[in-house]
């Protein structure tokens, strides 16, 4: 029995159901029930889903965002190593530390605020703000408050007294524009040091 040709040939025997494509250049999809092509698009657009149902399309490109992390990196505390924070342990003592940076080899200590300023290259905003303390002797809150342009933010993590772990503001968001200096600023009330790390999120 000879083999009738059917047109367009079925997907279910390898065909694509289309009589015939006639777009150059543009990106075959399947709908459910054949293939088919979409218009070609122009330079630089990209192939976007339009949803269920919906054939797909050549669009601009949008904007998109990138994340990134600000540790604070190399306090050089003797035995406490790289990577930690101190508050001095003076009544009422305020320290500022730059992200990415080590203590200011000019002083050799962070309470000079124009020695430890980071300038942000690129406007981002600022979230997620976390610390862990290792070692806690301040009988008083310490809070550590990112810093913009000198002036504190709402970016505020708040160490009780004598407590250890990891404490976090994860509520706050700072916008930070490309140029402005941050900084990480440590407060407390009372003669005690506490070390540990800083870390937070940006994203732009």
């Excluded at 320290?95 to 124009?114: C, E, K, L, M």
Aim: hydrophobic content about 35%; proline content about 6%.
């Amino acid at each position: 029995m000879a083999y009738k040709r059917i047109s367009p040939t079925p997907i279910v025997e390898g065909g694509t159901n289309t009589k015939t494509f006639a777009t150059t250049d543009g990106t075959a999809y399947f709908d459910g029930t054949k293939i088919n092509v979409t218009a070609t698009g122009t330079a630089t657009q990209v192939l976007t889903s339009n949803g269920a149902g919906m054939a797909p399309t050549y669009q601009a490109a949008s904007g998109g965002s990138g994340m990134g992390i600000l540790p604070l990196l190399g306090e050089p505390l003797g035995p406490g190593g790289p990577d930690n924070i101190v508050c001095l342990a003076t009544t009422g003592s305020k320290s500022w530390h730059s992200p990415f940076g080590y203590r200011n080899p000019i002083t050799g200590v962070d309470t000079v605020q124009a020695y430890n300023n980071f300038i942000m290259p690129i406007a981002v905003t600022a979230l997620n703000l976390f610390v862990y303390v290792t070692s806690n002797a301040s009988t008083s809150p310490l809070t550590v408050t990112l810093n913009v342009n000198g002036s504190n933010t709402a970016l505020v993590a708040t160490i009780p007294a004598g407590t250890t772990g990891a404490f976090s503001d994860t509520t706050h968001t700072v916008s930070v524009s490309q140029g402005q200096i941050i900084q990480w600023e440590i407060s407390a009330a009372v003669t005690g040091q506490v070390f540990g790390t800083i870390s937070m999120s940006y994203h732009t």
